[in-house]
C-alpha cells in the first residue's frame, strides 16, 4: 500500500515521496541442529523517496533513478522459536531483521 504521495521538482529532476506499507503473512524457517527459527507475519512501514534525475530532452527522458527510504522503516514480525534452549534468540533475530532491511533500504 502506498500513501500519501508528494510530488516535487527541481532544476535537475523530480523526487516522489510516498509512505508505504507492506504487510506479508508468508513464514520463513531456519533450522541448525536442535534449533529452529520460525520468522511470519512480517509487515513494514516507512516513507520512500524516488528520485529522477537528471530530466532529459531525449525518447527515454529520465537519465537516472534512485530509491531509498527516507528513515529508518519500523518493521514487525512474530518470531516463532525455541527459545528455552538459547537465551536472547528472539532479540538477535529481531535485531538482524531490522539492521539488515535497514541497511538495505536507507
Same mark, same amino acid.
Given at each position: 500500500?502506498?500513501?500519501?504521495?508528494?510530488?516535487?521538482?527541481?532544476?535537475?529532476?523530480l523526487?516522489?515521496?510516498?509512505?508505504?506499507?507492506?504487510e506479508?503473512?508468508?513464514?520463513?524457517?531456519?533450522?541448525?541442529?536442535?534449533?529452529?527459527?520460525?520468522?511470519?507475519?512480517?509487515?513494514?512501514q516507512?516513507?520512500?523517496?524516488?528520485g *529522477?534525475?537528471?530530466?532529459?530532452?531525449?525518447?527515454?527522458?529520465?537519465?537516472?533513478?534512485?530509491?531509498?527510504c527516507?528513515?529508518?522503516?519500523?518493521?514487525? *514480525?512474530?518470531?516463532?522459536?525455541?527459545?528455552?534452549?538459547?537465551?536472547?534468540?528472539?532479540?538477535?533475530?529481531?535485531?538482524?531483521?531490522?539492521?539488515?532491511?535497514?541497511?538495505?533500504?536507507?
Open positions: 500500500r502506498f500513501g500519501p504521495v508528494r510530488v516535487s521538482r527541481s532544476d535537475h529532476g523526487e516522489i515521496n510516498a509512505g508505504f506499507s507492506f506479508g503473512n508468508g513464514m520463513l524457517e531456519f533450522s541448525a541442529g536442535v534449533a529452529s527459527v520460525q520468522v511470519c507475519n512480517i509487515t513494514v516507512g516513507s520512500l523517496r524516488l *529522477l534525475q537528471p530530466l532529459l530532452e531525449s525518447l527515454n527522458p529520465v537519465g537516472g533513478v534512485s530509491v531509498t527516507l528513515e529508518r522503516p519500523m518493521i514487525d *514480525l512474530t518470531i516463532k522459536t525455541g527459545t528455552e534452549l538459547i537465551p536472547n534468540l528472539y532479540n538477535f533475530v529481531r535485531d538482524t531483521v531490522d539492521d539488515v532491511i535497514a541497511d538495505l533500504t536507507v
